[in-house]
């Protein structure tokens, strides 16, 4: 983003630096602090391939494992991740 202030003939610019749009990001989502201390997401969206549309729910928690869902063509695909083993289902 660009800020331009106008003195006289002169002209200033301020241009954003990419930790400026982080730290405006992290500020967003209410401080570091509350970041570090999140123990879980849910994030849910739509990836959209080769003209398909594919809803994707995802859950994780944090050091213990991860589960995503997707609906592709009707049928729900099912991914999980733990620390320790991985595993794809089909239903």
């Known amino acids: 983003m660009l800020y331009s202030l106008g003195l006289g003939n002169k002209m200033y610019v301020k241009r ?5 749009v982080i730290d405006q990001y992290i500020e967003a989502f209410g401080g ?7 123990q879980s997401i849910k994030t849910v969206g739509t990836t959209t391939t ?14 213990k494992g991860m589960r995503m869902d997707m609906l592709i ?6 991914t999980v991740m733990t ?4 595993g794809r289902f089909f239903l």
Do not use: C, H, Y
Not at 50 to 63: C, E, F, R, S, V
Not at 73 to 78: F, I, M, Q, Y
Not at 83 to 86: F, W
């Open 73 to 78: 063509k009707g049928k729900v695909n099912t």
């Open 16 to 20: 954003e630096t990419a930790d400026d």
């Open 83 to 86: 620390p320790k083993a991985a």
């Open 32 to 38: 570091a602090e509350k970041i570090r201390s999140m």
């Open 50 to 63: 080769q003209g398909l549309n594919i809803p994707t729910t995802t859950w994780a928690l944090q050091n």
